[in-house]
């Protein structure tokens, strides 16, 4: 079992940044790649980026790739997702998940791959 607590969302002007967090327990955090979705109102949850186990492996959806930078703590056991020059297109549930079968270079892009889901935090883009 592993559990997945987010924090860090909130409202903010457009261009402006905000970190979110991720804490994990249960399993050991470093056997799992761990992975940002969103979903927009009315529209489906989609990938945001993904991290290997170690951290030295990551991928991003287009439209973040640049602005958004994944990262992780395997001794805080903390996911974070740093977010640079955000718009209004961004407003959505974020959601951290862990894919606890993934292998130590794996980043999976599916939310098939993840088994285990946190319960969103609110990020509002204002224009």
């Known amino acids: 079992q592993v559990q997945l607590v987010e924090s860090g969302g909130g409202l903010v002007q457009a261009g402006g940044s905000l970190r979110l967090s991720c804490a994990a327990s249960?399993?050991?955090?470093?056997?799992?790649?761990m992975g940002w979705f969103r979903q927009a109102p009315g529209k489906e949850r989609e990938f945001v980026a993904s991290?290997?186990?170690?951290?030295?492996?990551?991928t991003y959806e287009e439209s973040v790739r640049g602005r958004f930078t994944i990262s992780r703590d395997n001794a805080k056991n903390t996911v974070y997702l740093q977010m640079n020059s955000l718009n209004p297109e961004d407003t959505a549930v974020y959601s951290c998940?862990?894919?606890?079968?993934?292998?130590?270079?794996?980043?999976?892009?599916?939310?098939?791959?993840?088994?285990?889901w946190g319960q969103g935090t609110q990020v509002t883009v204002s224009s």
């Open positions: 998940a862990a894919s606890t079968g993934s292998s130590l270079f794996q980043t999976p892009l599916r939310e098939y791959d993840y088994t285990y």
């Open positions: 991290i290997s186990r170690a951290g030295g492996w990551t």
């Open positions: 249960g399993r050991p955090f470093s056997s799992y790649a």
